[in-house]
């Protein structure tokens, strides 16, 4: 036998010796939410082997293996793993990531948007699965997607993902990526055949349609293409999903055979025939609620940040958005202060929305919870909890809302023979709760644990952190004018000085009384950060501050991090 051979021989030997060896995971004493029954199971205990759920029952009839490793769930709830059924890889979530509605290249061109996205994709999975979302939708993108589906499913601190590459669109959105496009316009039935057939080696997990339709054109004048590109896919058992927001193009794209609709309508409020027609159909109902509301809150700046998006959202992207506050005004083309008399927050189509989702939900079509997350303004991860809220908002019930998160998700893209709910042989996709998620749906914003693929974690040690990331958390807040979650970065004991060794104030009491009484007088206070510089757990920041006057002070502040928290801050002025 050959050295090559031998080795070969002994790796497959070792692999085998380390399946064997594995042992099963044992969950007991465990309040399962049931999603199939919309019942929780009390007392039951779960077994895992390997990804893969092996038994699922009474305590008291299920046999735990003696050398189990068993997780005392007693008094906690365990439901399945949520699912974001619409997000976007190729979107960043920040103020410059689509230049085809707001193009601020001249500030920061789109390719380092891209590049960002690139380097941090990592961070921003495990920023999902922290929020307890074990899996995620991407509806549409370049090519690159399905090398990043690679990369994602094959990394135990991701998501799973399920994706399909670029949407076949009956436009072209400007200043989007030439060479690999997310978005590609078909002037034909042929070349929309041609773009499905063009995806089919990626296999895959369905196909997208961006069904737009401009004032003064006629609905049907692309119906062609959109049918064309359906019935290439499903001659190849590929599900359907398309954008359309109107009435009309909703209508169409269903009757031409559509199977999910990426977006609620938002035009007009459904009548009998079109909740009669999703009904039949079974056509999947993504409602997307948040989406066009936030770039609304973006363009105005008007935002409602929570303790949750501070916590969960990548803090870069999400401090990007108000960099509008400070940009060169001769580099935006509209003032974002008379933007707020032209946005009305909520807006019409925000109540046509919520109408609709009601009806659809009543009418017994399959809701699914999506974000469209990666757009400006919805953040990766964090704008799920916000999304779910306003479902319920719009009058779902709690057990409306968790199955639209979790089974309907699965059933709808056709993979619930392995995702969706806690039974056995599908994947040990789970998250461990407090408090009954059907009674408290806010218990969804704090999960205990998430088990992923049979691995258990812990959501606090999946977000990333360094020192640069606690300086930029405490400064979003700073210009949010939000005190508690400025507070939050800071140590319990933290000393401010007056550069170099002037004691301002110590603990996190005193530092309280000063900012939270500037934050309710100034009321346009904004930072910008011109220059940072980061040594290993020090952070200077450059500092620009505009609110006080008509001009705007500038200052040094230095970030002194120990044991996870900022302990020192010496202002230099």
């Known amino acids: 036998m050959s050295f090559r051979n031998f ?7 070792l692999c085998g010796h380390i399946a064997v060896a594995q042992k099963t995971t044992a969950i007991v004493h465990a309040n399962v ?39 005392d769930a007693s008094g906690k709830f365990i439901m399945p793993g949520m699912i974001d059924a619409h ?235 108000m960099d509008l506050q400070h940009i060169d005004k001769a580099k935006i083309s509209f003032d974002y202060k008379k933007m707020r008399s032209r946005f009305s927050i909520p807006s019409k189509e925000d109540s046509t929305m919520a109408s609709n989702l009601k009806l659809v939900q009543q009418k017994g079509a399959l809701v699914v919870t999506g974000t469209d997350a990666g757009n400006i303004g919805t953040h990766h991860a964090s704008s799920y909890y916000a999304e779910l ?51 408290d749906l806010t218990i969804l914003s704090n999960i205990n644990r998430v088990i992923h693929r049979g691995q258990i974690l812990e959501p606090a040690k999946l977000l990333p952190s360094s020192p640069e990331i606690l300086a930029q958390q405490q400064l979003n807040a700073y210009n949010a004018r939000d005190i508690e979650a400025f507070l939050e970065p800071y140590s319990d004991s933290v000393e401010l000085y007056s550069f170099p060794d002037k004691l301002m104030s110590k603990g996190k009491d005193e530092m309280r009384k000063g900012y939270e009484e500037m934050f309710q007088q100034v009321k346009e206070l904004h930072c910008e950060v011109t220059k940072r510089i980061v040594q290993g757990n020090t952070v200077i920041d450059h500092e620009t501050v505009s609110g006080f006057g008509p001009k705007p002070v500038k200052a040094i502040a230095i970030y002194k991090i120990e044991k996870g928290k900022i302990a020192k801050v010496y202002f230099i002025q």
């Open 87 to 321: 997000i976007h890889f190729f979107q960043s979530g920040g103020l410059y990531t689509r230049p085809d509605g707001l193009n601020l290249g001249a500030v920061y061109s789109y390719e380092k948007d891209q590049q960002w996205i690139n380097d941090n994709i990592d961070g921003l999975m495990a920023r999902y699965l922290a929020c307890g979302i074990t899996t995620v939708v991407d509806v549409g993108g370049p090519f690159s997607n399905y090398s990043i589906r690679a990369k994602v499913n094959s990394n135990p601190k991701a998501p799973n993902a399920w994706v399909t590459g670029p949407l076949i669109s009956t436009y072209q959105p400007p200043n989007l990526d030439k060479k690999d496009p997310p978005i590609v316009k078909v002037n034909s039935a042929e070349e929309a055949r041609e773009l499905v057939k063009k995806q089919l080696p990626y296999q895959p997990d369905f196909i997208k349609i961006w069904y737009i339709v401009f004032p003064g054109q006629k609905a049907e004048t692309n119906l062609p293409i959109v049918k064309a590109a359906i019935g290439e896919a499903h001659s190849n058992g590929l599900k359907v999903a398309v954008h359309a927001t109107e009435y009309e193009t909703a209508k169409l794209a269903v009757q031409a055979g559509a199977d999910i609709l990426v977006h609620s309508v938002d035009d007009k409020v459904l009548d009998e025939e079109m909740l009669n027609l999703l009904r039949s159909k079974q056509v999947v109902y993504i409602p997307t609620m948040i989406v066009a509301q936030n770039y609304s809150r973006t363009f105005s700046q008007q935002f409602n940040f929570t303790a949750h998006d501070f916590r969960y959202a990548d803090p870069f992207m999400l401090g990007s958005l």
């Open 7 to 13: 080795v070969a021989c002994l790796l497959l030997l």
């Open 389 to 439: 809220l306003v479902m319920k908002n719009a009058g779902l019930s709690n057990w409306e809302i968790i199955k639209a998160a979790t089974i309907n998700a699965a059933k709808g893209f056709g993979k619930d023979k392995d995702y969706g709910s806690i039974e056995k042989g599908k994947i040990a996709d789970l998250i461990l709760l407090d408090k009954d998620p059907g009674s």
């Open 33 to 71: 939410v049931n999603v199939v029954t919309g019942k929780i199971d009390a007392d039951q205990t779960i077994l895992i082997d390997s990804s893969r759920i092996t038994a699922v029952g009474s305590f008291k009839k299920v046999k735990v293996p003696a050398d189990a490793t068993v997780m």
